[in-house]
């Protein structure tokens, strides 16, 4: 008996400790600040007191496939629900959701416990934007996730005010980030093949945004194992030939052949660290300078983390083929996303940032992912929640995107009390110093990273029928799709 009872308050400390724990990883923000809870969202409440603490786009949006709705928002059951829909509105043939806080904060701790829309094509957001005439710094968007279903986070730091052309003459602007895909493995392929097969030329195709291609290797059936992807040609043993290595490359992008370019050679260089990588379809054929005997080709695609030395932004999605001289046939193949062993429109989990004078600090779970110095973030911004539909964010799909949404649990910011250049403007009571920086938050872009500022201002016009649907709204709008994505 006693010993039951032992357990049993065993049992209950260790649910106490674990939810102590949980509680201290997945709500707080870190130690050692004076942090007072400043904003809190449980969307605990009916629908319509969302518009309490909430605006929301009402209106069509330039850079995305989707106008966006209040009636896509919808609060219930403890939780607010930005919903996609198959519908044509506002000239569109999707709609959605974007809502941000009527409050607007400098600095703070902010996190959001959110669940991805399960549909590739969406872009689920938590995000901070000012692109009103900041007082101080520059013009910015600080994306905390950007997540692609099914585990994709993407974190983004955009500088609206500064822009140049680039060598095709486009106008470009300043973007840094990360993105991690939560899933391993995909940077290291190596297909082997039980049967050797008679091939000269070799194929590969990927939709993945980016596609980036470090090294592609052919080598001959043998009986021992094959080295790994991602080693040095060096390290490769002198009797195993890799005839891809130095081969003549061709490339085409979006079905458009290219001309040769020397970083094309980067994806058979030998060398793991240099890639070639492109934004849109991208095909590269190999020719192997006549038929060889192929027992397994290799396929290494990834991005250095310097961070954490660990490659991310793997291919998501791709077709190997064999050229026998007559015909090309499929060897392999990866449906976009299947290999994703993590699924974020499953699980809630917590993305957080530390915002300061100094850093922009990213979290998820607690755990500290990525950081940045903040150079020009100085001015008030609201958080926004905003689900889009883009076509970077994976292959579009009809049935799965239709009433897919994405789930929002809670939303609170901490600020320092102890940061005296902190700002929290509330538009019941501005204070004389926020208030010119409130008066902009009524003009919100709704819009999402990539998008040129003269289409976040057109989504700010959409933002700004918040409300009164007018026959305008629903009027085609000259649409012109991430010309700026990086
Ligand atoms: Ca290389
Ligand atoms: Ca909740």
Not at 108 to 113: I, K, L, S, V
Not at 220 to 229: H, L, N, Q, T
Not at 324 to 347: C, M, Q, R
Not at 408 to 434: C, M, N
Request: proline content about 5%; aromatic content about 12%.
């Amino acid at each position: 008996m006693k010993a039951c009872r032992r357990v049993f308050f065993s049992a209950c400390a260790v649910v106490a400790i674990s939810t102590f724990f949980s509680m201290r990883l997945f709500a707080d923000p870190p130690a050692g600040k004076n942090w007072k809870l400043v904003f809190h969202d449980d969307f605990d409440y009916p629908n319509e007191r969302l518009d309490d603490a909430w605006l929301s786009q009402n209106g069509p949006s330039g850079h995305i496939l989707c106008s966006r709705w209040r009636d896509n928002a919808v609060v219930e059951n403890g939780s607010l629900k930005l919903v996609n829909k198959k519908e044509k509105r506002g000239g569109q043939e999707y709609t959605s959701a974007s809502v941000w806080t009527k409050k607007m904060f400098r600095y703070g701790y902010f996190e959001c416990r959110y669940k991805y829309s399960k549909a590739t094509f969406s872009n689920n957001s938590f995000w901070l934007i000012q692109t009103g005439n900041v007082a101080e710094g520059k013009k910015f968007e600080i994306d905390i996730n950007e997540g692609h279903y099914p585990d994709e986070i993407n974190i983004n730091l955009h500088n609206w005010s500064d822009f140049w052309t680039d060598e095709n003459g486009k106008k470009r602007h300043g973007a840094e980030g990360m993105n991690f895909c939560l899933s391993a493995g995909m940077q290291n392929k190596s297909i082997a093949l039980d049967v050797p097969v008679r091939a000269s030329k070799i194929r590969l195709r990927s939709a993945s945004k980016p596609a980036i291609i470090n090294e592609i290797r052919v080598f001959p059936k043998i009986s021992g194992s094959y080295p790994s992807p991602d080693c040095a040609e060096d390290a490769i043993p002198m009797n195993l030939e890799n005839y891809a290595f130095g081969a003549p490359i061709s490339v085409s992008v979006d079905g458009k052949p290219q001309e040769q370019n020397a970083s094309y050679s980067k994806m058979n260089d030998g060398d793991p660290s240099t890639s070639f990588s492109a934004w849109k379809p991208l095909c590269v054929e190999i020719d192997l300078g006549g038929l060889k005997d192929v027992g397994c080709i290799q396929i290494f695609s990834g991005k250095i983390r310097k961070e954490v030395g660990e490659y991310q932004s793997f291919l998501r999605d791709y077709v190997l083929e064999v050229f026998d001289g007559n015909k090309w046939s499929v060897i392999s193949s990866l449906e976009y996303g299947s290999d994703a062993k993590v699924d974020l429109s499953e699980t809630f989990r917590v993305y957080a940032l530390e915002w300061n004078e100094q850093d922009l600090i990213y979290y998820l779970d607690g755990k500290e992912i990525f950081r940045q110095k903040n150079e020009f973030c100085f001015a008030p911004s609201s958080v926004y929640l905003s689900l889009a539909l883009g076509n970077w964010c994976g292959p579009i799909i009809d049935e799965s995107v239709d009433g897919s949404f994405m789930e929002v649990d809670y939303v609170k910011v901490w600020q320092d009390e102890d940061l005296k250049t902190s700002i929290l403007s509330d538009p019941k009571r501005p204070d004389k110093k926020a208030a010119s920086s409130s008066q902009k938050s009524s003009k919100p872009s709704g819009s999402e990273a990539n998008a040129a500022p003269e289409k976040q201002q057109s989504a700010a016009d959409g933002a700004a029928n918040a409300k009164k649907e007018s026959p305008a709204a629903n009027k085609p709008k000259k649409r012109n799709f991430f010309k700026n994505f990086q």
